[in-house]
């Protein structure tokens, strides 16, 4: 089981969508027009087919205060902020580090994107690293850690995120 989490907005839904779209048969080509998304009230599972079947859970933001009920049986975390959101940071930063501190996930394996790299305003990697100080962050942490800059609008390193899921899920779901 993969986790799916990030502040409300961030892009998880449109997300799982582009996975979906890009791990189907058809879905080499054009991943086509972004689909619509709603705020996720709730819990939303999706398979995605990448070479064996990974189950994603996205938890809606506004499910944050319950997260941690579903932090058993994660093999591996999708972390995700929003690039193009400043005032957003602070509290993504929070979230990431109750998530990297939670014993549950101490083996899990992280990846955080930083979503809307389509957006004329984004924040790059290197800014919000030395924003929210990653780099210490993440040699405190327990977990492996991985990042990457996406677009789930565009489809942009959509592929690199699939990889990531392959390479994570190759022994283990
Ligand atoms: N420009 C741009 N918009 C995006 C991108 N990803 C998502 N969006 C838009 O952001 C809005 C929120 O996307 P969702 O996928 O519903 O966000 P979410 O993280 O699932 O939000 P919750 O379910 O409320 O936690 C939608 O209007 C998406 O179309 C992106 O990469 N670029
Ligand atoms: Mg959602």
């Not at 990448?50 to 994603?56: G, M, S």
């Not at 990653?134 to 990457?148: E, G, H, S, V």
Request: proline content about 5%; aromatic content about 4%; charged content about 15%.
């Amino acid at each position: 089981m993969c986790l799916l989490l990030g502040a409300t907005g961030v892009g998880k839904t449109l997300l799982v969508k582009r996975l979906q779209k890009l791990s189907s048969p058809d879905g080499a080509g054009d991943l086509g027009e972004p689909p619509p998304t709603r705020p996720t009230v709730g819990t939303n599972l999706t398979d995605i087919m990448a070479q064996r079947k990974i189950t994603i859970r996205e938890l809606g933001g506004c499910m944050g205060p319950i997260w941690s009920s579903y932090y058993g049986n994660c093999h591996s975390l999708l972390f995700m902020m929003d690039a193009s959101n400043p005032t957003q940071l602070s509290v993504s930063c929070v979230q990431l580090l109750g998530l990297l501190s939670a014993e549950q996930l101490a083996e899990a394996s992280v990846l955080i994107l930083f979503n809307k790299i389509d957006l004329p305003c984004y924040m790059t990697m290197e800014e919000i690293k030395s924003l929210i100080r990653l780099p210490d962050i993440i040699a405190c942490a327990k977990q492996n850690i991985t990042m990457a800059e996406i677009s789930a609008w565009k489809g942009t390193g959509l592929a690199g995120v699939l990889r990531w899921l392959q390479d994570t899920h190759r022994t283990n779901d």
